[in-house]
């Protein structure tokens, strides 16, 4: 009964400790002002590519050979390509595909990051030896140049970029997910939980992942950035969606072309398009990380003296 009132007494300190509550996170996003850009940046880039096509209703594919390379106006907002294809219905298109994409591949590689590192970390021994070889091994290889390798033997599709952008990627997560692990595994609360039989399944779900739970939401965030980058980079050297998919990065090679022509149109909007994006997630990761630490909620409390 004792093992009982201690395991719960230590596990609810801890949770006190390392899971602040909802009015910690309010004060050190009102205090975070790059918060709120970046999720206002988010909210307009999600309105623009889901809501913005519900109402602008212009065909991204459509060829208007007698509107080729023409610089905005009334009936084209934004101009049109090469082709004749509206640039607005395609930026607009392209950012579906780059949110879409992005998203699931972070959470992809965050589940097996997840997985990973918590075995290597609370297992030990030989296994957790093995498991971080191949990390390094991984880690060693460029994720751009294993990403194209891999690319240029299938044929691309966004379920498929997907699962490469979450293969070549989820690596440095686990070795995020071990660090904690590892520090995490010989506190009280697990080793009560051990002791009294809990399975690894069971101490994975109570104890660790809450406590991993704010390392890994910060993660996620920066890596949804890195892969809209990553998506926009393969598309940029040909090895994306095949055309004519409009995709951000695709826009950009295709503005390359014709920049000699002064064709500012086709540059400017997919490549602000490809940085508002970056930006914003990037800002609200930078919120997360401020929100979990104590040092920065200390000088919320303090009034912001140093």
Do not use: C
Request: aromatic share 10%; glycine share 10%; proline share 6%.
């Amino acid at each position: 009964m004792s093992v009982t009132y201690s395991e719960v007494a230590i596990e609810t300190q801890e949770e006190e400790w390392e899971h602040p509550g909802p009015s910690r996170f309010r004060r050190i996003f009102w205090h975070h002002p790059l918060a709120w850009m970046g999720i206002i940046g988010l909210v307009i880039l999600v309105g623009f590519s889901f809501v913005g096509p519900l109402i602008y209703r212009a065909n991204p594919y459509t060829l208007h050979l007698t509107a080729i390379l023409k610089p905005p106006s009334a009936e084209f907002p934004l101009g049109t390509n090469n082709l004749g294809r509206n640039m607005l219905a395609r930026l607009m298109l392209g950012g579906q595909m780059s949110l879409e994409v992005g998203f699931a591949a972070a959470i992809s590689a965050m589940g097996i990051g997840i997985i990973y590192g918590m075995v290597a970390g609370y297992v030990g021994g030989w296994l957790d030896a093995i498991m971080m070889r191949l990390v390094d091994l991984l880690r060693a290889i460029p994720g751009l140049f294993l990403l194209i390798f891999l690319d240029s033997l299938v044929t691309p599709s966004a379920g498929l970029l997907v699962v490469l952008i979450a293969l070549t990627s989820w690596h440095g997560v686990s070795r995020l997910v071990r660090a904690e692990v590892l520090s995490l595994k010989h506190r009280l609360y697990v080793e009560a939980s051990r002791a009294m039989g809990g399975s690894l399944g069971h101490i994975a779900l109570r104890h660790l992942f809450p406590n991993i739970l704010g390392t890994v939401i910060v993660a996620t965030t920066f890596m949804v950035a890195d892969s809209v980058l990553v998506i926009a980079s393969l598309s940029f050297l040909g090895m994306g969606l095949p055309p004519p998919t409009p995709n951000w990065g695709a826009m950009l090679a295709d503005a390359m072309t014709y920049l000699p022509q002064h064709t500012w149109w086709l540059i400017y909007p997919p490549g602000l398009a490809v940085l508002w994006t970056v930006l914003s997630i990037s800002f609200i990761g930078d919120a997360f990380r401020a929100a979990l630490d104590t040092r920065m909620d200390a000088k919320v409390r303090g009034g912001g003296s140093e």
